[in-house]
């Protein structure tokens, strides 16, 4: 049995990011779990009163998984994402598809995504917290800094008694995700000329 890699290739996310437009609410959750880094839940639980005038998103304890409460300052990417979002009804849901609950067809949802990219298999969507991940490390991202927008608890000393929030280095880890993010899915184009000689070479 093939094991997959837990997490998305750049081919895939080249294959998988320029599809997400045609698939509304669930397209924009996909691209918003890979910009932020968050959870499935935390993100389609996402309420515009979450976020305030500085475009940044705090996630309160009662929802988190650790208990505590996660604060993500967006990057210009994903509150792009966020903005285009339509208001439903007056819902504070950013990601709904009648206004009175937050977005939860996950299964179907992506299964018609599955059909319209045979070249992404066997994926979850937990796999984008992974990549993003894998990306911030790639953009030289601080190992602790990324566990940090990611939400997980410091272990040790640092843990216990470093209670700094990170702002301004989450706000620049994630400006660096979703950098990331474009240069692999929309690359310059002598990188695209280059692939084409490389592939008429081989």
Known sequence: MNIRDPQLS?????????????????????KVLLL???????????????????GVWTIPAERYKTNRANVIPLSDAAHAVIAAQP???????????????PFNGFSKAKRRLDDATPEVANWRLHDLRR????LMMRAGVRPDISERVLGHVIPGVEGVYDRHSYPNEKRDALEKLATMVDQIVSPPASDKVMKLRTGADT
């Not at 750049?10 to 996909?30: H, I, S, Y």
């Not at 389609?44 to 009163?49: D, G, L």
């Open 87 to 101: 208001i439903i009804d007056g819902s504070d849901f950013v990601l709904t598809v009648k206004g009175k609950n």
């Open 131 to 134: 990549t993003a991940k894998t």
């Open 36 to 54: 932020t880094a968050q959870r499935r839940d935390e993100v389609a639980h996402m309420r515009r009163s979450e976020i305030n005038g500085e």
């Open 10 to 30: 750049d081919d895939e996310l080249r294959a998988m990011w320029p599809v997400l437009g045609g698939f509304g609410t669930f397209g924009a959750l996909v």
